[in-house]
C-alpha cells in the first residue's frame, strides 16, 4: 500500500508543498496510538520539514 502511494507521489509534478502519510494500527501493547500521521513539507528555499503525531508509548 505505502509502495503505491509513493509512486503515486513521484507520478504527479503538482505536488509542491508537501503531503502527509497516515499509519493506522490494530490495538497492540507497544503503543496507544490508533493512527499516527507523519507530514512532510518543502519551503520555497527547497528545505524538507517533518512532522509527526507524538507517540503515547
Given at each position: 500500500?505505502?509502495?503505491?502511494?509513493?509512486?503515486?507521489?513521484?507520478?504527479?509534478?503538482?505536488?509542491?508543498?508537501?503531503?502527509?502519510?497516515?499509519?493506522?494500527?490494530?490495538?497492540?501493547?507497544?503503543?496507544?496510538?490508533?493512527s499516527i500521521?507523519?507530514?512532510?513539507?518543502?519551503?520555497?528555499?527547497?528545505?524538507?520539514?517533518?512532522?509527526?503525531?507524538?507517540?503515547?508509548?
Amino acid at each position: 500500500m505505502i509502495f503505491i502511494f509513493f509512486n503515486y507521489l513521484f507520478q504527479h509534478e503538482d505536488i509542491k508543498s508537501g503531503y502527509s502519510i497516515k499509519f493506522t494500527f490494530d490495538k497492540n501493547p507497544y503503543f496507544e496510538n490508533d493512527s499516527i500521521v507523519k507530514e512532510y513539507s518543502v519551503t520555497e528555499s527547497s528545505e524538507t520539514q517533518c512532522k509527526s503525531t507524538p507517540i503515547r508509548w
